[in-house]
């Protein structure tokens, strides 16, 4: 059926993310207010980067080492997504319920506190770094639903519009 390894591993790729596309496309306009389609945007995104840690791993390495498959699919799919959120994210600041920042800081912002511990977790254990115990912890602690959801709130908590002057918190 696939001609060569290339052709399946694009196949494999392309068919993995397009249903998580799919399903972060539902999530973005699921018609509730556009902070908490982020938040659920954010949390199916880092569930997904979560499940699917090894083969992004392995894809973020083939890119970096010049891999021309993978290359190709990170130039065509990694725009798709952050396209995505950061509509979500102006639109939030422009219904007031994001602090106004520049879009690059705010997805920056965003991603780095919602991904970097699963990316800095997962490059521990992968390692070796972190011994069985740690290893344990992190699993309980770093990679679980609740964490993500912790770590999504935390950051769009960290983007509330500043407080009025005059007014109680």
Sequence with gaps: HFKTKDVFVRAILQQTYNDMFASLEMTARSGVSALENLRASMNLLARFGRDNRQLLVRLAGDALAGDAV????????????????????????????????????????????VAAPLLIATAALNS???????????????????????????????????????TRQ
């Design 70 to 113: 993978a290359m190709e699919f990170l130039r065509t799919n990694l725009p798709r997504h952050l396209e995505l959120v950061t509509g979500l994210l102006a639109q939030a600041q422009k219904q007031k319920s994001l602090r106004v920042l520049p879009l690059p800081q705010a997805l920056a912002f965003l991603v780095g506190g």
């Design 128 to 166: 070796g770094f972190a011994p069985p115990p740690i290893a344990q912890v992190l699993e309980a602690t770093v990679f679980t639903d609740a964490a993500i959801s912790e770590r999504v709130d935390m950051a769009l908590a960290g983007m509330a519009p500043p407080a009025r002057k005059g």
